[in-house]
C-alpha cells in the first residue's frame, strides 16, 4: 500500500533539482573559515566609506567635513532611479570627503568619505515599520533610504529590484545559497546562526514582491546550513533544495535553473518571466531594515586564505582591509596580497588600504603556494575542455579565436555577451590560456566601438540637424525682411503707387518658394534616419508636429496682410525660442551664420580626427594579450600588465555600460 | 598568479600528449611481438626526425623550443607515421615522411595548435603517392612468413635493404589482407576461397588483429582518462561497422564482413590516436560524430572501390577540410537560447 507512494515522492525528489551543462568542481576550501562563529571587530579608527559601492548612479553626499554624524545616519542619498544610499556605520565626525583607493580591479582611487568614529556608537533614532501589514508600495518606497543593495557580491540596489514595474507579476522568489565559488563561507554561516532572521527576511521579501512561491537553493557542501533552515522553515511553505555542489550554481540563471527547471531566456530578465532572485544576506538586512529601523552598515565577510585563524567577521562597511586581517590573527608571513571574492572570479585588491564594502563578500591572503603562479600560456590545441566546462554551453575555443583575432562581429555571432566571465574554461585550460581576459577585452572592445559609432551618429544627426535650423532661420528671416519691406512699400505705395502689389505679392512667393526649395534640398530629411534612436526620432516628430501646428510647414499661400505678418511675427517669436534652446543644448551651434560651411567642414574634420584618435589609441594601447607562448615568448611581465589593463578597462566599461543600461531602464 | 581564476585544474598539453604515447605502448610491444622489432626501429628514427625537424623549424621560427618539445606532439606525430608505414621500410621513407609531416603540415602552418591537416597523415598520403611501391611492402606476421627476420637482420634490411644471404623478399613480404582481397575479387574469386588464405586470422588480419584488440585497450585508457571522448571512436567504428554490414548484407560474396573490416588496415588505430587529434578535428559533440561518420564512410569506400587498399589518411585528410564547416554548422545550443 504505501510502497508505491514511496516511489512516486522519490521520483518527485530526483526530478526536483534539475541541471545545467558544463560546471566544474574546484576543492572547496570552504572549511577552515567556518571552524569559528561570526567575530565582531573593535571599531575602527577610521571609516572609509567609497560612494561607489552598488551598481548604479553615484549617491550625492549630504555631509561636510567637520559634520557630526550618528550611526545609520544618512551620508549619501541615493540620486537617481538606480542608486543606493550610504550611512554613517558608527558615530563619528567626517574627516574627509575626497579621493580614495577603492576595491576596485582598476586601482583608481574614487570618491570617498571617511569617518573618523568617536567610540560611542551612538545610534540615530529609528523608525521600524510594520511590514507585516503596512502600505506595500510605501514599504518599497521606503527602501530608497535603506542603502541596501544585492550582498551576494552584484551590489545591485535591492529597492529597484522590489520597484513594482507594472511589466511582469513576481510568482517565485529564489533564494540564492548557493554560495558556489571556492573559500567564500560568509552565506555558510549566516545560515548556521541566524536562519530565524533569513526566514523573517524571506517573509519580507515574498510579502514586498507578492511572490507565492519561495525556493530556496543551498549547494549540499553545506549540510549544517542545510539542517538549520530546513529547521527554521519547517513551519513555512518555504522550499529547501539542496542542488549538487557545482560551480557556478550560485550564478541566478543557473540556480533558477537548477531549482526550478526554467532556463531564461538570454534576452530576457528573470523577472520578466516571474522570478526574481534574492541572497541570503540580503532579505536579512532587509528583516533588520523594516523590523529594528537599521540601515545596511555591516556585512558579514569570510577572512580566509594565507591568514592565522580565517574566520567570518561582520564588519562594518567601510573598516580598513588590514583591521579585518589583524583581527583574524593577520596575514602569513609569505602572503603575497589580497583578493576580494572567490578565486574564481575575484580580483586583486590594489592596496592593503583599500576598506571593505557591500560587496565584499569573502577576503582572500593570497600566497604563492596557495595560488601557484601559471605556467606560460600555450597555443589552444582544440581539445574543447572549456565548451565541455562552460555552464552557457558557449564555445570557448571559437571565442577565443575571435576574441584574439579581434573579429567582434564573429564573437557576437558566438553569443560573446552570453559569457559570464565565471572563469570555468581557463579552470580547465590545459595550454594556460587567460580565456576570460580574452572575452573581458572583447567585450570591452565592443562596447567601446560601438559607443564610438553611436557617438559618431549622434554627431552626425546633430550637425544635420543644425544645418536644418540654419535653414529654417534664413528662410524666417529672408520672410521677416520681406515683411519688414512691404510694410515700409504699402505704406509708400498710398502716395507712390508704383510699386504694383503683384510684386510684391511674388517677391515673397519667390522666397517662400526658394525657402521650400532649399528645405527640399537640404537636410532637413536626414539620410541616416534608419540609425537614429528612437529617442531622437520622437523628438523630431515632436519638433515636426509643432512645426506643422504653427503653420510653418503649410503649403497654403498666405492671402492676408494681417495674418501673414501674425504668422511671421509668430515665427521670429518661435526662432528666438529655439535658438535660444538650441543654443542651450547645442553649444557649437553659436557660430556666426557666415561661417557656416566652413565651420561644418572643420566640424566635420574634427569628428573624423577624433575617430580617427580612438581607433589608433584603441591599436596601440588595448591590443589584445597575445600571451601564448606561440606568438609572444618572454613578455610574460607585458603581457600581464597588458591583461591587466585590459581587465581594468573592461570593469570600468562594463560599469558604465551598465550604469547607461539602468539610465536606459529608467527612461523606459 | 594575479587574475582570476586564481586556480586551475588542468593537465598540461605536455601531460595530454604524454598519456596518449603512454596509450600506444601495448599496441606498439605487439607490433613488435607479431611482426619483429622492425617496427620499434622505424619508431626510433621517426621519433629522432621529429625532434630533430621541430626544434630547427622552432629555432629558424624564433619560438621557444624547451616547452614545444616537451608537449610531446611531435613524438605522437612521429609514432603514428611509423605505425602506419610497413615496418621495413628502407630508413629514408621514414625519415622523409616525419620531416615532411613536421616541416611542413605542422610547423609551416605555425605549430602546435595551427595545423589544419592531421600531420602524420599528411606525412602518410605524400610518402604513399611519391613512393607506392615501398609503400604496400607489408612484411608478414612472424608466424607466418617463411623466413623469421632476427631483430638485428631488420635492423640490417631497413638500413641496407640487403637479406640474409638464403632469404627472398617473398620469404619476408606478403599482400595485405585489404589489398589480396581486392585483388582476388577481381579475379573472381569467391569470398570463401579468398578468406581462407593464411594472412585472414579469426577477425581481420592474421598477426594485426591482436595489434587492433591492443590499440583498442590505449584507447579505452585514453577515454578513462577522459583525454579522448567516446564520440570520435564509437561514431568511427559503428560507421565502418554499420556500411561494411549493409554491403556484406546484399552480398557476402562480394564483400567483407564488418568484423574484418574493423580488425584490418589501421581501423583501430585510426579510432582511437588519429581521428582523435583535437588541433585537426572538430570541438562539438555533433560535430565529432559528423566527421568521425564521414571519415568511416570514405575509407570504406576507398576500401571497396578505390585505388589504395587502406583509405584511412585521405578520409582524415578529406575530413579535416571540412571541419570548420562542420564545428560552425553543429554549434550546440546555448544557455537562453532556441536553436
Known amino acids: 500500500m ?481 515683411a519688414r519691406a512691404q510694410g515700409a512699400k504699402s505704406a509708400k505705395a498710398e502716395e507712390n503707387n508704383n510699386v504694383p502689389a503683384s510684386d510684391k505679392q511674388a517677391a515673397i512667393a519667390a522666397a517662400i518658394e526658394r525657402a521650400k526649395a532649399q528645405k527640399a534640398a537640404g537636410n532637413v530629411a536626414p539620410k541616416n534616419t534608419s540609425e537614429i534612436s528612437p529617442q531622437t526620432k520622437a523628438e523630431i516628430e515632436a519638433i515636426d508636429k509643432r512645426r506643422k501646428k504653427a503653420g510653418l510647414s503649410d503649403d497654403k499661400p498666405l492671402t492676408t496682410d494681417a495674418e501673414k505678418q501674425a504668422k511671421i511675427d509668430a515665427a521670429i517669436a518661435r526662432a528666438k525660442a529655439q535658438k535660444a534652446a538650441a543654443g542651450k543644448a547645442d553649444a557649437n551651434s553659436a557660430e556666426p551664420e557666415s561661417k557656416q560651411p566652413v565651420a561644418d567642414a572643420e566640424k566635420q574634420a574634427k569628428i573624423d580626427a577624433a575617430i580617427k584618435r580612438a581607433k589608433t589609441l584603441k591599436a596601440a594601447t588595448a591590443k589584445p594579450p597575445t600571451s601564448d607562448v606561440n606568438s609572444k615568448p618572454v613578455a610574460d611581465a607585458e603581457k600581464q600588465a597588458k591583461i591587466d589593463a585590459a581587465i581594468a578597462r573592461a570593469k570600468a566599461q562594463k560599469e558604465a555600460a551598465l550604469k547607461a543600461k539602468e539610465q536606459q531602464t529608467k527612461e523606459d | 598568479m594575479d587574475r582570476s581564476p586564481y586556480i586551475a585544474n588542468a593537465p598540461s598539453v605536455g601531460n595530454i600528449m604524454f598519456k596518449v604515447l603512454l596509450a600506444l605502448i601495448p599496441g606498439i610491444a605487439v607490433y613488435a611481438w607479431q611482426f619483429g622489432g622492425g617496427v620499434l626501429i622505424t619508431i626510433t628514427l621517426a621519433t629522432i626526425t621529429a625532434v630533430t625537424t621541430e626544434a630547427l623549424m622552432l629555432k629558424l621560427r624564433r619560438r621557444p623550443i624547451a616547452p614545444f618539445l616537451m608537449d610531446y606532439s611531435a613524438i605522437i606525430t612521429a609514432w603514428l607515421l611509423a605505425l602506419a608505414i610497413p615496418p621495413l621500410a628502407p630508413w629514408w621513407l621514414i625519415v622523409v615522411g616525419t620531416a615532411f609531416a613536421i616541416i611542413i603540415a605542422k610547423q609551416l602552418y605555425g605549430g602546435l595548435g595551427y595545423n589544419p591537416f592531421n600531420p602524420a597523415m599528411i606525412g602518410y598520403a605524400v610518402l604513399l603517392i611519391s613512393f607506392p611501391a615501398l609503400m604496400t611492402k607489408w612484411p608478414a606476421a612472424l608466424s607466418l612468413a617463411e623466413a623469421k627476420l632476427s631483430f638485428l637482420a631488420q635492423l640490417h634490411y631497413i638500413f641496407n635493404q640487403t637479406l640474409p644471404a638464403n632469404v627472398t623478399l617473398d620469404a619476408i613480404t606478403s599482400a595485405t589482407p585489404l589489398d589480396y582481397l581486392k585483388t582476388q575479387l577481381k579475379l573472381q574469386q569467391s569470398m570463401s576461397t579468398i578468406q581462407s588464405a593464411p594472412i585472414f586470422g579469426a577477425l581481420g588480419t592474421r598477426g594485426s588483429e591482436y595489434v587492433s584488440l591492443a590499440y583498442l585497450f590505449g584507447g579505452l585508457y585514453l577515454w578513462q582518462q577522459r583525454i579522448i571522448t567516446w564520440h570520435l571512436p564509437f561514431a568511427f567504428l559503428a560507421t565502418i561497422a554499420a556500411i561494411s554490414g549493409v554491403f556484406w548484407l546484399i552480398d557476402p560474396s562480394q564483400f567483407a564482413n564488418p568484423v574484418f573490416h574493423l580488425f584490418s588496415g589501421a581501423t583501430f588505430l585510426a579510432a582511437f590516436f588519429i581521428i582523435t587529434d583535437p588541433v585537426s578535428g572538430p570541438t562539438t559533440p555533433n560535430g565529432k560524430l559528423y566527421f568521425a561518420a564521414g571519415i568511416g564512410i570514405i575509407t570504406y569506400l576507398i576500401r571497396v572501390y578505390g585505388g589504395y587498399p587502406d583509405g584511412i589518411a585521405f578520409a582524415v585528410i578529406f575530413m579535416n577540410i571540412c571541419v570548420p564547416l562542420i564545428d560552425a554548422y553543429t554549434q550546440p545550443r546555448v544557455f537562453g537560447h532556441q536553436k
Open chain 1, 2 to 482: 504505501n510502497a508505491p507512494i514511496n516511489i512516486a515522492s522519490l521520483f518527485k525528489k530526483t526530478k526536483d533539482i534539475f541541471s545545467f551543462h558544463g560546471g566544474v568542481h574546484p576543492p572547496e576550501n570552504k572549511a577552515q573559515s567556518t571552524r569559528l562563529p561570526i567575530g565582531s571587530l573593535a571599531l575602527p579608527e577610521k571609516l572609509v566609506l567609497p560612494l561607489r559601492q552598488h551598481i548604479g548612479t553615484i549617491p550625492k553626499v549630504k555631509v561636510a567635513v567637520g559634520d557630526y554624524v550618528l550611526k545609520g545616519q544618512l551620508i549619501a542619498e541615493a540620486e537617481g532611479s538606480v542608486s543606493a544610499a550610504i550611512h554613517a556605520p558608527t558615530s563619528g565626525t567626517i574627516k574627509a570627503i575626497d579621493n580614495a583607493i577603492i576595491p576596485h580591479p582598476s586601482g583608481l582611487p574614487d570618491q570617498c568619505v571617511t569617518i573618523s568614529p568617536d567610540g560611542k556608537d551612538t545610534w540615530i533614532e529609528r523608525h521600524p515599520q510594520d511590514w507585516k501589514n503596512g502600505d506595500i508600495n510605501k514599504l518599497i518606497a521606503s527602501l530608497r533610504l535603506s542603502g541596501i543593495v544585492g550582498l551576494g557580491g552584484a551590489t545591485f540596489p535591492t529597492q529597484v529590484k522590489l520597484r513594482k514595474n507594472g511589466k511582469s507579476e513576481i510568482h517565485t522568489l529564489v533564494i540564492n545559497a548557493a554560495e558556489c565559488e571556492p573559500y567564500i563561507t560568509c552565506d555558510d554561516m549566516l545560515m548556521r546562526e541566524r536562519n530565524d532572521q533569513i526566514v523573517l527576511g524571506i517573509q519580507v521579501a515574498q510579502r514586498l514582491l507578492g511572490a507565492a512561491k519561495v525556493v530556496v537553493g543551498i549547494e549540499d557542501n553545506k549540510p549544517e546550513a542545510i539542517e538549520a533552515m530546513q529547521t527554521a522553515t519547517a513551519n513555512s511553505d518555504i522550499q529547501i533544495k539542496v542542488v549538487p555542489t557545482l560551480y557556478p550554481s550560485g550564478d541566478g540563471r543557473r540556480l533558477i535553473q537548477l531549482v526550478l527547471g526554467k532556463e531564461i531566456p538570454h534576452d530576457k530578465r528573470a523577472t520578466e518571466v516571474g522570478i526574481q532572485v534574492f541572497n541570503v544576506a540580503t532579505v536579512v538586512a532587509l528583516y533588520r531594515y523594516f523590523e529594528f529601523g537599521e540601515p545596511s552598515l555591516s556585512r558579514i565577510v569570510s577572512m580566509t586564505g594565507n591568514i592565522v585563524q580565517p574566520q567570518n567577521f561582520e564588519v562594518l562597511f567601510g573598516t580598513p582591509l588590514m583591521h579585518l586581517v589583524n583581527a583574524a590573527g593577520g596575514a602569513k608571513p609569505d602572503t603575497s596580497h589580497f583578493i576580494m571574492g572567490g578565486p574564481m572570479m575575484g580580483f586583486n585588491l590594489p592596496s592593503t588600504e583599500v576598506p571593505i564594502t557591500k560587496a565584499a563578500n569573502c577576503i582572500i591572503a593570497a600566497s604563492p603556494t596557495l595560488f601557484a603562479p601559471q605556467p606560460p600560456a600555450m597555443p589552444c590545441i582544440r581539445c574543447a575542455r572549456c565548451a565541455d566546462a562552460c555552464p552557457v554551453s558557449l564555445q570557448p575555443q571559437e571565442l577565443y579565436w575571435f576574441a584574439k583575432a579581434d573579429n567582434f562581429e564573429k564573437a557576437q555571432d558566438y553569443n560573446l555577451f552570453d559569457c559570464i566571465e565565471c572563469g570555468a574554461c581557463s579552470y580547465v585550460c590545459p595550454s594556460n590560456i587567460p580565456l576570460v581576459q580574452y572575452y573581458r577585452y572583447a567585450k570591452s572592445e565592443i562596447i567601446a566601438l560601438d559607443k564610438a559609432k553611436e557617438a559618431a551618429n549622434l554627431a552626425r544627426e546633430r550637425n544635420e540637424f543644425r544645418l536644418a535650423r540654419i535653414e529654417r532661420e534664413k528662410e524666417e528671416r529672408a520672410a521677416k525682411h520681406a
